[in-house]
């Protein structure tokens, strides 16, 4: 089944003309036959739960475990949800080998991460890999699990699940908004393997193109943090998707000046930006451009397709994104659409 989600209505064609432009194909876009794609879930299958950055109560989860068990999966809850280290889902300690468990239980198929915060960049480096390689199964997570997303593209070419958590499932399902819904639904979707398409209206500062290629991202403030370390993300030749929350403008244009000057932006396939939930100005430190322009000022130079307030962040309409595989993007002059491109497995 194909998800497509329609924001708000069009902006007016005249407005849309404006910035047409002219834009071009990046020359190398990466369509790489080496990922490894993990085996998409069946029924009767495991989804092991963890929580490797902030304490969430088992209370919370509860919704996340009845739905996805009414989708006919097993839930495995590991032993880092419940527990507490002021902050985190209990110490470094605790949370790594939670999450080392996952990785190395055979009968887990895929792992939710139960919800974001901070602390995985704490343990990275404490996990060992090399029976997730052998035997790959999905991360599902966003936010702060962005480091999980970034070191598995980086080090191991795997395929993961950029989507809302445990934290994010509503408590009562019949009263459910309808966009928590279809963003939930997308995560099960995702699993099952089947293809995806997600839309957002045109905005004047997207410059139109149609690309094909790997699609790769996250949160921008991680992103940025893991720029020069064994997580560090691969960008060249890839559709790239950002998003961040409670920042301020000049630390997002920070933030992309770092990009920008490490070569992330350079030889991109083309650039999704999704939900920027900003802190307010402070009176009198009003920095005097607002996040299009932002963005707009560090890609002028470059020919790639770019959208804006695509439904992927930490907001509502945030639909699941299977990282390292090929998706379709098309900027248009009325709609913007990425599509998943099918593979079997």
Known sequence: MNRKYFLSSLLTAGAALTSMGSWATPVSPTINSSLKVPPFLKPGDTIGICSPSGFISLADIAPAVQLMESWGYRVLIGSSPGQQDFIYGGTD????KDLQQMLDDPEVKAIMCARGGYGVVRIIDQLDFSGFKKKPKWIIGFSDITVLHCHISR???IATLHSKMCNSF??????AEPVQIETILSIRQALAGEESVFSAPFNPFNRLGVVTAELVGGNLSIIETLAGTASDLKT???ILFIEDVDESLYRID?????????GKLDN????VVGGFKLKPDEPGEEFGRDLYEIVNSQVKDFNYPVCYDFPVGHQK????LKCGMVHKLEVGAQHTFLTSVRISV
């Open 170 to 175: 509503p408590k009562d399902w019949t009263k």
């Open 317 to 320: 309409n945030n639909f699941a």
């Open 93 to 96: 300690l605790q949370r790594a």
């Open 268 to 271: 991109l396939a083309g650039l």
């Open 254 to 262: 920070r933030m992309l000046w770092n990009l920008k000057r490490t």
């Open 236 to 238: 060249k030749g890839r």
């Open 155 to 157: 080090n191991f070419n």
